[in-house]
């Protein structure tokens, strides 16, 4: 594991990241989704695709990379961006899981490849607005310290500038990012998906020019058990 301090918006972030076979001269960036870190996604993929070099990386504010203040998705695209530029990193591959999906986008890979990614915007169920417009009301009546209760999951034991993040990166909607993606892009899909459910992938599908969809059994983790089969396609699109 190593570390480099970027700097950005006269910020200093810490960014971990990790580098597999690092002889190779075709780099796969492989970035994790949110709440996760770069160790989840290297269980999955590191016994594989071994003509490359793996760059996987630690997103601002999770595992061991750090956020000293609120972003985006663009500002997290564009601290990894520097971070490339730091090692040599380039951009033949990137693998984008989720939240981790958005960024490989909007870093604009020769090769994306998106597993169960972020990005499309999906109505919210009615249960999640009725909580929306139930913590707005006690807001306004300075009851803020019964926010525990309104948070979602993914959101529980952030710090106040991740939670800033997460409030927004929830609320993006990529459609037209994906619109505009003029490379090939690979889609994985769990069947079961509840996160970033299939008919996200088959709008994104439709949106990017050339773009193939494979669904797989599972959930939003489906890759972990299909990491060997995503690598075989990744690799033959590439070479092909």
Not at 16 to 24: F, H
Not at 112 to 140: C, D, N, W
Not at 182 to 202: C, E, H, I, Y
């Amino acid at each position: 594991m190593a570390q480099k301090s970027i700097h950005y918006k006269e910020e200093v972030f810490d960014i971990s990241y990790e580098i597999l076979n690092p002889k190779q001269t075709t780099d796969c960036i492989i970035l994790h989704g949110w709440g996760s870190n770069k160790n989840l996604m290297k269980q999955s993929f590191a016994p594989y695709m071994k003509d490359f070099r793996h760059i996987y990386i630690d997103l601002p504010g999770f595992g061991n990379s750090t956020a000293p203040i609120a972003l985006d998705t663009y500002d997290v695209a564009a601290i990894v961006g520097l971070l490339l530029d730091e090692i040599d990193g380039k951009k033949d591959i990137i693998l984008g899981h989720s939240f981790g999906g958005k960024v490989a986008l909007v870093l604009d890979p020769k090769l994306l490849v998106l597993v169960a990614s972020a990005g499309i915007q999906t109505p919210k169920p009615l249960s999640v607005r009725l909580k929306i417009a139930l913590f707005k009301l006690l807001k306004t009546f300075g009851l803020q310290k019964f926010r525990a209760l309104f948070v979602a999951d993914d959101a529980k034991a952030l710090t106040p500038q991740m939670y800033e993040t997460f409030k927004t990166v929830v609320n993006e909607d990529m459609a037209e990012e994906f619109a505009k993606f003029n490379s090939k892009a690979l889609l994985f899909w769990g069947r079961s998906d509840t996160a970033t459910p299939l008919s996200s992938a088959q709008k994104i599908a439709t949106l990017i020019n050339d773009a193939e969809l494979e669904v797989y059994d599972g959930d939003h983790y489906f890759f972990m058990n299909n990491a060997s089969d995503i690598a075989q396609k990744i690799i033959h699109a590439y070479k092909n």
